[in-house]
């Protein structure tokens, strides 16, 4: 009779037959010595995992606040209550001078009504009809002093100040993306000021560079203009389109609001931005970087002002290119102000407002 012969397993470690075990976890096959071993290292392993465990576990019981956020929110804070002190201190100066301004209109009236009381007095020399009218007079007077005051309390948009919020990083970043769609701009912001031969437009929301040469006839390669808001906290996007021809070039960005502008604002040191040949500038240093965000004529771009965290971004609609660079507190602090820098005339650079 034909017999057949058994295969025996052999241990994955020596390699001997005989009585084998099987892991269900690996799959391989130990002797009755080696699966001891084998259960020796998966127990040392999840002592280990345990430990790796634990470790995570106290690391994030003791995760405190981000102390960087943490200062931001308290600079926010200490930057706020200084601007609300000094915009309260300037509006306590208005209200003073519009009560002093309605004093002495009433005031003027009344030395004019004394005066003629006075005089008719020592003169003897009224009737009826004069007592009957500085009666009427005083009554008038009295009524003007008492009426409710015309002098209102009213909220001066648009403002600077905002509230601000701790968000996702991711959040903010697809927020960003979404403004290109959803055309969102600082509708407020226009030109207040130029220096050279620029000629605003459009309810100041454009600016036309209307020659290369200045007053005095000498040539002046640039000018600039600025935007009437300040920025002292939160984000701000300002939309532009930009027109130029193809060999010109005009900057856009930020100053700091006690900075007067010059003819090339552009080179001063607390400048940032981005030229439209795709080249940013910090401290008025332009970079020898392009960043393949040039503008074509009549391109649209987005820039971001984010005073929480002082950095400004650049958004190129056409290419959805993006770029972002930090700003120096030392060198541009807080507020910030909208300026432009054109080179040629007819150079034009148009806020969005929607």
């Known amino acids: 009779m034909a017999t057949g012969s058994i295969t025996k397993k052999s241990c994955c470690k020596c390699n001997k037959g005989g009585a084998t075990f099987t892991c269900d976890g690996c799959r391989q096959s130990f002797c009755l010595k080696h699966t001891f071993d084998h259960r020796q290292e998966l127990s040392q392993q999840m002592d280990n995992i345990g430990q ?84 009427n007079q005083l009554k008038e007077l009295r009524e003007e002093l008492e009426k409710p005051s015309e002098i209102k309390i009213v909220e001066d948009k648009p403002s600077s100040f905002c509230l601000i919020k701790p968000k996702k990083r991711n959040e903010v970043e697809n927020n960003a993306i979404d403004l290109l769609s959803q055309n969102v701009a600082c509708s407020a912001e226009k ?98 970087i392009f960043r393949k965000m040039e503008t074509q004529p009549n391109d649209e771009v987005l820039l971001i002002l984010d005073c929480s965290s002082r950095k400004i971004s650049y958004i ?28 040629h005339p007819k150079d034009n650079i148009e806020i969005l407002n929607f």
Not at 111 to 119: A, I, R, V, Y
Request: net charge neutral; with cysteine.
């Open 191 to 288: 030109f207040s000021e130029v220096m050279g031969p620029i000629v605003l437009s459009k309810d100041g929301c454009s600016a036309i560079c209307t020659s290369n040469f200045n007053v005095s006839g000498n040539r002046n390669p640039c000018s600039s203009a600025c935007g009437r808001l300040q920025y002292s906290c939160g984000i701000h996007n300002l939309r532009f389109r930009i027109n130029t021809s193809r060999d010109s070039i005009v900057f856009f960005g930020i100053l700091n609001s006690s900075q007067p502008i010059v003819d090339d604002s552009s080179a001063l040191y607390s400048a940032y931005g981005y030229r439209s040949n795709g080249r940013p500038i910090a401290a008025g240093c332009c970079s020898r």
């Open 52 to 135: 790796q465990h634990d470790v995570l576990k106290r690391d994030i019981d003791e995760q405190s606040i981000n102390k960087k956020l943490l200062a931001q929110i308290d600079r926010w804070e200490k930057e706020s209550i200084e601007k609300i002190r000094s915009s309260a201190d300037a509006a306590r100066t208005d209200l003073k001078q519009l009560t002093e301004e309605s004093k002495s209109q009433l005031s003027g009236l009344m030395s004019k009504l004394s005066n003629e009381l006075h005089s008719n007095r020592e003169s003897d020399d009224y009737t009826e009809d004069d007592l009957n009218r500085w009666v």
């Open 316 to 343: 190129h609609e056409r290419t959805q290119l993006r770029h972002e660079m930090e700003v120096e507190k030392e060198v541009c602090p807080l507020p910030w102000k909208l300026m432009v820098t054109l080179w």
